[in-house]
Each structure stands twice: as C-alpha cells, then as structure tokens.
C-alpha cells in the first residue's frame, strides 16, 4: 500500500541546524547519547551516518569513524535500528539515513524501507546514487512514506532544474567539490550556486560538506534554509573519545560536545537579513 510521504517536522521561521554523525561511533550507546545531545543543542533534524568500508564522499575524518564503527560490528540494520533506541531515549526530530546503495542492495531495497518506517526514520539519503538512477527507489520511498533526500553539486548545472523539482523533504547542496572534509574557506562562487538552486526548489535547501566554523555558519545562513555540519562534529567526537568511553568523565565529554554543537548553531539563531 502506498504511503504518503512523510512531511519532516521543520521549523518554518529560522534556518535548520543539521547535524551528522556515525552510527556505532564510538559505541551504539554513545550514538544515542550524542543524538539526544545534538537535539538538545539545537539540531532541527539528525543526519545518521551508516558505516561504510568504501565511502566514496566521505573525507579522511568521517572514514575514519566508519573504521572505528565498522570494527565495533556497526552495520546497516543495527543502524537503522539505533533510530528505535533514539527514539525511546528520547530524541524527537527527525532522523535522516545516510547510507551508501551498497549496502542497501546487500540488505535489499524493500526490506530496507520497511526496517527504516519500522523503526521511525523519517527519510535516506543515498550519495551515490545518481539522480537520473534514484527513480525506482524514490517510488520505494513514496510506498513507504519516506523521503528520499536529493543532493545538487556546482557542476550539475544543467540538471538543477530536475532535481529541485524531484526534491522531497530537504534538498541538499554540496557546497563545493570533492569528498568532506573540514575546510577553511568556502567557495566563492558558492552563493550564486546557492541561489540558482533555490529559484527550482519547492522544499528548503541545505548546504554541506566543508562547512566547520560559526563564522562560516554565519555567512551562509542568509542565502540558504539549512547549514549541515557533519565533519567538525565528528572529529570532536574523535578528540573525545577516551573520555566518552571513561564512565566517570562521559557526561562532561557529553557536554562539551553539545556545546561545540550550540556554539555551531547559535549564528543560525540570530536574525537574518534577509528572511
């Protein structure tokens, strides 16, 4: 039976805060405890990164806690389920599969939506798999009521038009090209990109990769809808490691990580110029 596809619960007056992390990384356990931080820093939706031995997006850092997760036994369904257990604990905004096509072809594509509906995602993002190949699985999607999320690159150009106008929930811009990563300066063509975009989408337009400073977070949140943060974030889980895994100092590693996350989003609170 086919579902409607589910709406995400998005804050209407202010730019989102979108948050990415890996799943396994350090721990399941942890995981939850650093969704249930992002949230209370602010995030407006969660990115869940599923692990994977050959991402082809991902940077030295992100690669890095795949490899962590990954020997920790991390895998797509104990991923997806993870949302389950984020949900119980008590995170309420929407949560975001990323993962890779292989491993959902591995898992199967139904079998795949169904675990993620089961277990209360509200939408996937799939990186590699390139729009004018998303069709069937976008129809997938809409049977189960989910979102497949779109990306756009400064070099899809021509192709803009089709993918904004295909876009569910969030279109996600790249913002400049090659794998993530943090950087310090971003593209300076990035604005127009950002707006040429927007003049096609129907849903809000989030922009990531290399974005890792609240001044860099400053500077876009008035030519776009949403800022994804995925990198920065998980190399401050990588600086605090050892303490997350040390029962008597998690819970101030915890809040030192929910507040490099606020300090993240706070540019994001102030009032934009142009909205």
Not at 18 to 26: C, H, K, R, S, Y
Not at 51 to 76: E, K
Not at 82 to 106: C, D, S, W
Request: glycine share 8%.
């Amino acid at each position: 039976m086919r579902r409607k596809v589910k709406t995400l619960r998005l804050p209407a007056n202010q730019p989102l805060f979108i948050p990415f992390i890996v799943a396994g990384d350090p721990s399941a356990d942890l995981t939850v405890d650093l969704a249930l931080a992002l949230q209370d820093a602010g995030a407006d939706v969660l990115e869940l990164g599923v692990p994977y031995s050959d991402p082809l997006a991902d940077g030295p850092t992100i690669q890095r806690a795949a490899a962590r997760a990954l020997a920790g036994q991390m895998t797509l369904p104990k991923a997806v389920q993870l949302v389950a257990e984020m949900r119980k604990k008590g995170v309420k905004i929407p949560i975001i599969i990323f993962t890779y096509y292989n491993p959902v072809l591995q898992l199967g594509e139904e079998s795949f939506f169904a675990l993620a509906r089961e277990n209360g995602a509200d939408g996937v993002l799939i990186p590699d798999l390139p729009f004018e190949e998303s069709g069937p699985l976008r129809k997938l999607g809409e049977r189960f009521g989910l979102p497949l999320i779109s990306l756009v690159a400064p070099t899809s150009k021509q192709r803009i038009e089709r993918i904004a106008s295909a876009a569910q929930g969030f279109l996600y811009c790249v913002s400049s090209l090659g794998v993530t990563g943090v950087r310090e300066t971003l593209p300076e063509s990035l604005g127009g990109f950002l707006g040429e975009v927007k003049r096609h989408s129907r849903v809000p337009v989030a922009v990531g990769f290399g974005i890792s400073t609240p001044e860099q977070v400053a500077m876009l949140k008035d030519v776009c809808d949403g800022v994804v943060v995925g990198s920065a974030l998980v190399q401050k889980v990588e600086q605090l490691l050892e303490r997350l895994q040390t029962p008597k100092e998690k819970e101030a590693a915890l809040a030192e990580f929910a507040a490099y996350a606020r300090s993240l989003a706070a540019p994001l609170r102030e009032p934009c110029s142009s909205r």
